[in-house]
Every structure is written in C-alpha cells, then in structure tokens.
C-alpha cells in the first residue's frame, strides 16, 4: 500500500508567482490534513478537507492561500502571489476516518522556496 | 489553547548510549500525546502515542516515552542509541475533544555519533 504521495518535493517560485502543491492521500483514505513548518518551527495546523469539503481552514492564511479536495484526483494546497515568507516544507497527511485513535499518515512534504 | 515546548533543539550522543529527548506541553484541557520521528528527506513516522491507561508507552525502534500528568511532560527515552537513530523528533498533543488537529513542538535533532 503506497504511503502520502505529495509532488513536487522541492519547488522553486520566484515572488509573485503561483504555488501548486499537491498531496494523494493513501488508499482508502478520505481526510487530508496539511500542515506548514518554517525554518526552525515545528508543523502548524493549516487546514483539514473530506472529499468535495472544507472542514477547519483556520490554520489558512487569510489571504492568498487556497485548498481543494475534489472528488477526483489529489488535494492541492495553492498559493497565490508568494512571498518570501512563505517559504517552508509543506506537508499533507491523511486518514481514513475522523477518529481519535487513528493515526495521521504523513508525505514526505513539499519544500517552497521563494526567491 | 495548547502548546507543546521541546527545549533541547540538538541533542548530541555517542551510538550505545542512553538518550532521553524532553517534551513538556500545556492545555486547559486533556490531550493526547504522540511522538513522531522525521529522518531526512522523509515524511513524519509515528513512533509512539499516549491515549490513555498506562502512563509507560512503548514504541517502535526500541524507544518508550512515560506520561506524567503532574508534571505535564511525556519525555521520549532509548537506552542504547543507533547511528541509524539520527533524525529529528516531535512531540504533539491532540485535544481529546478534536479528533484531527495536532500541535507540535518545534522539534529535536538527535544527533548519534560513533
């Protein structure tokens, strides 16, 4: 069974440019989470998606950020207009059910850097 | 609000040697508590958690982590080390009444050397 996918690993994006990260979640798993960790900082909470639906975005900056799960195909987290800020190791996990007990699968991340 | 505060950034150790890796947290509220391990270029390994009962986890790879409520710690230990244990490691709590989101300190580098 293959783990969190996320792609690319590493992107470059000059400022003011569009982000797409993307995240399939692991087979059977319908709950992606994504998750930001800046230099030197442990992962923060952005927000949380079922298949077509936006549970808890209030870890999502107000601005420019944007996140989707569609019926079809992987989650993608978007950035628009970046900044140097932003730039960090994104990470998505999943789940296949919204229960305490069950673990959060992570990818191995994306790392942004924005020149 | 919780919050999880790992003080050792780097912890260094010679291969064989104990190690204990600190994690202390506050929470107006009861809170699970998971270690995770990140070995370079990798995503997050869950290597242990604490639900309930027994206060003495045990994990995978050998490691354990004891809770202590008093104290609000839940430290991470291994009584011999590897190289291949070099990697950094998370503490995180997850509220018992949200079942999704996980709050994670700022991380340690264990850092094994022969």
């Known amino acids: 069974n293959a783990g969190v996918m996320q792609n690319p690993r590493h992107l470059v994006r000059r400022r003011g440019q569009e982000a797409r990260l993307r995240c399939s979640p692991m087979?059977?798993?319908?709950?992606v989470y994504w998750y930001r960790q800046l230099p030197e900082e442990g992962l923060k909470f952005m927000v949380y998606?079922?298949?077509?639906?936006?549970?808890?975005e209030s870890g999502m900056p107000k601005e420019r950020f944007s996140a989707e799960f569609p019926k079809e195909g992987p989650s993608i987290l978007r950035i628009q207009q970046v900044v140097r800020g932003d730039s960090a190791a994104y990470f998505c996990a999943s789940s296949p059910e919204d229960r305490f007990y069950n673990e959060q699968f992570f990818g191995p991340g994306t790392r942004l850097t924005v020149l | 609000a919780q919050s999880v505060t790992q003080l050792d950034s780097q912890v260094p150790v010679f291969e064989e040697a104990p190690v204990e890796l600190r994690c202390n947290y506050s929470?107006?509220?009861?809170?699970?508590l998971f270690w995770y391990v990140q070995y370079p270029n990798q995503g997050l390994q869950l290597l242990l958690k604490y639900l309930s009962g027994s206060t003495l986890v045990k994990g995978i790879n050998g490691f354990e982590a004891e809770f202590n409520k008093s104290q609000t710690s839940f430290h991470l230990r291994k009584p011999s080390v590897h190289i291949s244990d070099t990697a950094e490691y998370f503490c995180a709590v997850r509220r018992m009444d949200s079942s999704y989101k996980l709050i994670f300190g700022s991380g340690t580098r264990l850092l094994v050397r022969p």
């Open positions: 929470s107006s509220v009861s809170v699970y």
């Open positions: 998606l079922q298949k077509e639906n936006i549970i808890d």
């Open positions: 087979k059977g798993h319908s709950h």
